[in-house]
């Protein structure tokens, strides 16, 4: 079984920029959630998709971060303008319900200078 | 607004020794508790998952245990091997119906050959 794709591996960008992570799920998992990981904290959860609804996006500094998920499949997390506290490793993670098959991709880390 | 806190931050260790890492968190109204495990640079992989209902979990040489009304998890590695060496992190449910986690900030776990 492929596992959760993410690109790119890693990015870094000017503070003011705007930037793009892309997310493809295991096949057939409904759920897909975005988090956010800063150094030396556990991930926070920003998004949580059920299939291209969002289920959850209480923690999303919506100002600048938005996300979709077309056809509830793939999904793209967008920052617009990028803040130097926007630095930190974003993870992608999809289940097929519930928290049973939780599984991770292996992130994006942003650097923004 | 529940919280997660682990103990110890960090923990070295010779190989072969039996260890402990602890996880609490605020609000004891959780239907289950995941322990996952982050290697460096990539993301999380699920070790054990408890159900509300049940006390323990067991997978070789992982035993966690849950206890709701304290509202403490313990993570027991027996015989820790230098490939144990890793971030051991635990998440509960965000609540209110989501399937999104809120994590601890983990225990960076090193395994002395």
């Known amino acids: 079984e492929a596992g959760v794709a993410q690109s790119p591996r890693y990015k870094i960008i000017e503070k003011r920029q705007s930037v793009a992570f892309w997310c493809n799920p295991i096949s057939g998992h409904a759920t897909l959630y975005w988090y956010q990981q800063i150094l030396g904290q556990g991930p926070k959860l920003l998004i949580q998709f059920q299939n291209n609804g969002v289920v959850d996006d209480s923690q999303l500094p919506k100002d600048r971060f938005s996300a979709e998920r077309l056809k509830g499949v793939d999904s793209t997390l967008k920052i617009q303008p990028a803040k130097l506290e926007d630095s930190a490793v974003y993870l992608c993670a999809s289940s097929p319900q519930g928290h049973y098959g939780y599984t991770f991709g292996s992130g994006t880390r942003l650097t923004v200078v | 607004k529940q919280e997660v806190t682990q103990i110890p931050a960090a923990l070295s260790v010779p190989e072969g020794e039996n260890l402990v890492l602890n996880c609490s968190f605020t609000d004891s109204a959780i239907y289950n508790l995941q322990w996952f495990r982050q290697d460096p640079g990539k993301g999380l992989t699920s070790l054990l998952l408890i159900q509300s209902s049940q006390r323990e979990q067991t997978s070789g040489r992982l035993n966690a245990s849950l206890d709701k009304s304290s509202g403490r998890s313990t993570l027991y590695i027996a015989a820790s091997q230098p490939g144990d060496s890793a971030t051991y992190l635990c998440?509960?449910?965000?609540?209110?119906?989501?399937?999104?986690?809120?994590f601890g900030k983990g225990t960076h776990l090193i395994i002395q050959p």
């Open positions: 998440a509960v449910p965000v609540g209110g119906g989501a399937d999104g986690l809120t």
